[in-house]
């Protein structure tokens, strides 16, 4: 049987610790090895996280399929082959279509066209929470951005009226920002325009297209770019950066007083008309027929009715009354339920198959507390050299400072491995008990309620005479669809095993 082989690290640290390609290909070439599989192609990918890194994973999948013959992935674990949604559905496809095998090693787990639908799920699932953990990698890149933040430099790219400038400085590159004189004009004129209450957005949207402002890419600037544009604080000198607002080196585009004006005109023009009635579910629909919006109104004063608003013409789609159509979401809500055993017990196989980050993680606490304890020793020890007058002032003052800061360093290490163990589940387990609850809550809930949990589980709903259409938001797609598919099996009954 022919096989590929894929494996990745993900960042310099798990490299040291172990989970080095050399260490991911030999137990994957034994694997094969000892269950008759002949390894066609190996391919690895090398993940930081400022790149994502998937390039050899979109060229086994070009493999995968060309090749039909090769019928099986080889992988050490579900984190190190897939990171995100779309990757897990690229994979299902060949799963499903050309009957690939996916054979997890070190889970000891085969994703096949006969797995039990839990078991596609339980691997969905660790796909999103492999995300989740290298968004805690990438903090570290946000620390280097938190810190130029803080010098008042925007640490992103330039926003539209601005230009990213670099200069030298000594033998130190300084990043800032420029007016960037063909936009910068327009947008003036945008905030001037707009501050006098007499414009709308759409028209102040033409309008600067006119005047020919243009996104980076060359295309027309959007109503919702301008919308961002006027209230963004950057244009003003200041910027905000993780929720916080920091007092920027830039120059200014407009003034303080005209950048509030504009908020206050804001407010003015989006004030709620208080004579209409709101529908609780108009936003969640449109028309599956003609593509409009889905309006409602009140028959013989007390039955609410939904209904295309007809704008493009007549188009045939039935009206339905409230109580049924809150009756079929309800339907759509159960379709992610997850009963309480198979909560349970997923939540258990989700703990154990993540033994070995848990693992990983206190070991690093282990190293860095031993160094952290050897430090608190010298600091110690050269106070006493101090007093017992064996050291100068100037020697004690220089160690001291680089020991402190050090040990401010591994401090901070300590902290964010302590945190990455319970972060790198709870997005998975909060997804899978909103599930287990939602139907209940929906039961009880006020229809405005009702439709906020309806956005937050469907990106997209149409309505078709009276049925409701739903596509569910990721990951409650999988679980929908899971769901749907098989009976769910308690765990123990269904391990296929690897090869299996
Ligand atoms: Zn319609």
Redo the contacts with the bound molecule.
């Keep these: 049987m022919k096989t590929v082989i894929y494996a990745r690290v993900s960042s310099k640290e798990q490299e040291q610790e172990g989970y080095s390609i050399p260490s991911q290909l030999k137990l994957l070439n034994d694997y094969a090895l000892k269950n008759g599989y002949k390894v066609v192609k190996e391919f690895i990918d090398v993940e930081t996280a400022k790149r994502a890194g998937r390039e050899n994973f979109n060229l086994m999948i070009e493999f995968l399929k060309k090749d039909t013959d090769t019928k099986t992935i080889l992988c050490e674990k579900t984190d190190r082959l897939s990171r995100n949604f779309r990757d897990i559905a690229i994979l299902d496809d060949l799963v499903n279509q050309q009957s690939l095998s996916i054979i997890l090693v070190k889970e000891n787990t085969t994703i096949s066209r006969d797995s039990k639908s839990h078991e596609k799920f339980i691997f969905g699932i660790k796909a999103l929470m492999a995300k989740n953990y290298i968004d805690n990698l990438s903090e570290e890149t946000r620390k280097g951005m938190l810190e130029k933040a803080e010098q008042g430099i925007f640490p992103s790219a330039a926003p539209l009226g601005y230009t990213n400038c670099e200069a030298k400085n000594g033998g130190k590159v300084m990043k800032y920002l420029e007016i960037d004189e063909q936009r910068a004009p327009i947008l003036q004129k945008v905030f001037r325009m707009y501050a006098t209450g007499d414009y709308s957005l759409a028209l102040l949207t033409k309008q600067s297209y006119e005047e020919g402002l243009r996104n980076k890419r060359g295309g027309k600037v959007g109503k919702a770019a301008i919308h961002n544009i006027l209230h963004n604080p950057i244009y003003y000198g200041t910027f905000r950066w993780y929720g916080k607002l920091y007092q920027g080196s830039h120059p200014a585009l407009v003034s303080k007083g005209l950048f509030d004006a504009v908020q206050e005109a804001f407010e003015a023009l989006n004030r709620p008309k208080q004579t209409k009635r709101h529908f609780a579910y108009t936003g969640l629909m449109v ?1 599956a ?2 593509g ?1 919006a889905i309006t409602a109104e009140i028959k013989k004063g007390k039955y609410t009715y939904y209904h ?1 608003t ?1 704008f493009k013409g007549k ?1 045939g ?1 039935s009206w339905v009354p409230e109580k049924v159509l809150e009756e079929k979401f309800a339907d759509i809500v159960k379709k992610i339920h997850i009963d309480d055993d198979i909560l349970e017990s997923i939540k258990k196989a989700l703990l154990s198959s993540h033994s070995e980050e848990i693992e990983f993680h206190k070991k690093r606490i282990g190293i860095l507390n031993a160094q952290k304890t050897k430090l608190e020793n010298r600091l110690h020890q050269i106070y006493i050299d101090k007093i017992d007058a064996k050291v100068s002032e100037e020697f004690f003052d220089e160690m001291t400072d680089k020991w402190q800061e050090e040990l401010s360093q591994i401090k901070e290490q300590i902290g964010r491995h302590e945190n990455s163990d319970s972060n790198y589940l709870s997005q998975g387990v909060h997804i899978l008990e909103l599930c287990n609850k939602a139907h209940r809550l929906y039961l009880q809930q006020t229809p405005l309620k009702r439709a906020k949990l309806l956005h937050y589980i469907l990106s997209n709903c149409t309505l078709d005479n009276t049925t409701p259409c739903p596509t569910y938001r990721k990951p409650f797609d999988i679980i929908a669809k899971g769901l749907s598919r098989s009976n769910w099996l308690p765990l123990e009954d269904s391990n296929l095993g690897p090869g299996g």
């Design positions: 028309c027929k003609c409009c295309c007809g188009c789609n």
